[in-house]
């Protein structure tokens, strides 16, 4: 974690986050007690901002300050709203192609994914508030910078983000091989949200249940599954040859 975008103690991350900053997560404490630890806890619930406990030595491990057992990190970046990033896709003239990423855990997969994103023409990428990646350092660093070059939304639930597209007129499809739908049968040509699974447990399956389509892979070894940035990738360029053919 980059020095100068951590906020450590209690006190000073009840501050930023009053003051509006881009808080990216905040890690607690496990087990931590007292009133303010309290106050933190429920400002972090009530403005949605991505948390989770941790064990005192990694703390420990982040600041040799006095963290009071909570540290927070600072997101590089800002954050676009999902209706301010659906209205400027849907007004630039441009077929939309939009990234979701449910729950992807893993900052340097998200860079790498960010970096192919931006690559291929995506036009914004869409991650839930709580489990997702932060945007630190490996996610910059993994991106070659890309990530101050795409639009990135936060939405309380991906589920809701789904809805909201459909509604919008863009098509969902689901990377997942819970299905027999290959990617090259699928007309990735028209108004589009690929969604991309978390690394172990793949595409939630209440999202599932809500898309347009879903799609696989063909895989040949003997190893049942890609990365996900790989995997994404694939997806991408799939979508860039088939509208080079229009």
Do not use: W
């Not at 901002?49 to 064990?55: A, D, E, H, I, R």
């Not at 991106?143 to 101050?148: D, M, R």
């Not at 994404?232 to 229009?246: D, K, N």
């Amino acid at each position: 974690m980059e020095k100068d975008n951590q906020i450590f103690g209690i006190r000073a991350i009840l501050e930023a986050i009053h003051a509006k900053k881009e808080i990216d997560k905040v890690f607690v404490q496990k087990d931590a007690q007292g009133d303010l630890m309290h106050e933190l806890l429920k400002t972090l619930k009530k403005h949605n901002v991505n948390f989770s406990y941790v064990p005192v030595e990694k703390l420990n491990r982040l600041t040799s300050n006095n963290h009071q057992g909570a540290i927070a990190t600072i997101a590089p970046i800002s954050f676009i709203s999902l209706e301010n990033l659906v209205e400027k896709v849907t007004e630039n003239g441009k077929t939309p192609l939009l990234l979701i990423l449910d729950q992807l855990s893993d900052a340097r997969n998200f860079g790498a994914i960010i970096r192919t994103a931006e690559c291929t023409g995506v036009d914004g990428i869409i991650v839930q508030k709580q489990g997702s990646a932060p945007v630190n350092g490996d996610t910059v660093k993994t991106s070659a910078g890309a990530v101050f070059n795409i639009p990135i939304c936060k939405v309380d639930h991906i589920k809701d983000a789904v809805f909201y597209l459909q509604g919008s007129g863009i098509k969902t499809v689901a990377a997942t091989e819970k299905t027999e739908n290959n990617i090259y049968d699928i007309d990735l040509k028209e108004p589009l949200a690929i969604i991309m699974g978390s690394e172990d447990k793949g595409v939630n399956p209440s999202v599932l249940k809500i898309v347009d389509e879903k799609a696989k892979l063909p895989m040949f070894g003997t190893i049942s599954s890609l990365n996900v940035s790989v995997a994404c990738g694939a997806f991408l360029y799939e979508t860039v040859r088939q509208r080079q053919t229009i």
